[in-house]
């Protein structure tokens, strides 16, 4: 009866044939799956499953909100694009005139000033070539550099 044990093969060595037959035909993570599917109650997993439906939800809205906050932001970008090129000519354009302008005075201090010298020297004016005024920039810039001269020193 011995000869007769050793030659059938045990109950345990056909449940694992039975079971590696089984999950012959399945991958990896589809046998992995199945074997958790027994241990996890079906309730928790309705949850999980309720509860990733709600957060896909709330991230497709949120999707949808950004898409229209950067197509409205890029409509926004455009219009001020197209402003600032705008305001850039207009200053460029007031620039021009004003140095046409201070040019023009400049021709009319000089042409003042060798007509009536002795009443342009009264009234304030330089005898000299007039020099062209620094604006604010220019002078804040002059006295750092004086300041950080002096510093050196």
């Known amino acids: 009866?011995?000869?007769?044990?050793?030659?059938?093969?045990?109950?345990?060595?056909?449940?694992?044939?039975?079971?590696?037959?089984?999950?012959?035909?399945?991958?990896?993570?589809?046998?992995?799956?199945?074997g958790l599917a027994g241990v996890v109650s079906q309730e928790d997993v309705k949850l999980m499953v309720q509860a990733q439906k709600k957060?896909?939800?709330?991230?497709?809205?949120?999707?949808?909100?950004?898409?229209?906050?950067?197509s409205l932001s890029a409509s926004r970008l455009a219009k001020a694009e197209q402003d600032f090129?705008?305001?850039?000519?207009?200053?460029?354009?007031?620039?021009?005139?004003?140095?046409?302008?201070?040019?023009?005075?400049?021709?009319?201090?000089v042409r003042l000033a060798e007509q009536m010298p002795s009443a342009y020297t009264q009234v304030g004016g330089r005898g000299e070539e007039i020099k062209e005024e620094d604006d604010e920039y220019d002078v804040a810039v002059r006295e750092r550099k004086e300041k950080e001269t002096i510093e050196d020193k």
């Open 1 to 34: 009866m011995s000869d007769d044990m050793s030659d059938s093969p045990s109950s345990d060595q056909l449940a694992l044939a039975t079971e590696e037959s089984i999950y012959q035909n399945y991958t990896a993570s589809e046998v992995l799956v199945q």
């Open 55 to 70: 957060m896909l939800q709330r991230f497709e809205k949120t999707n949808a909100m950004l898409s229209n906050v950067n």
């Open 85 to 109: 090129k705008a305001h850039t000519q207009n200053v460029t354009e007031m620039k021009k005139d004003l140095e046409n302008i201070f040019k023009r005075i400049r021709k009319i201090k």
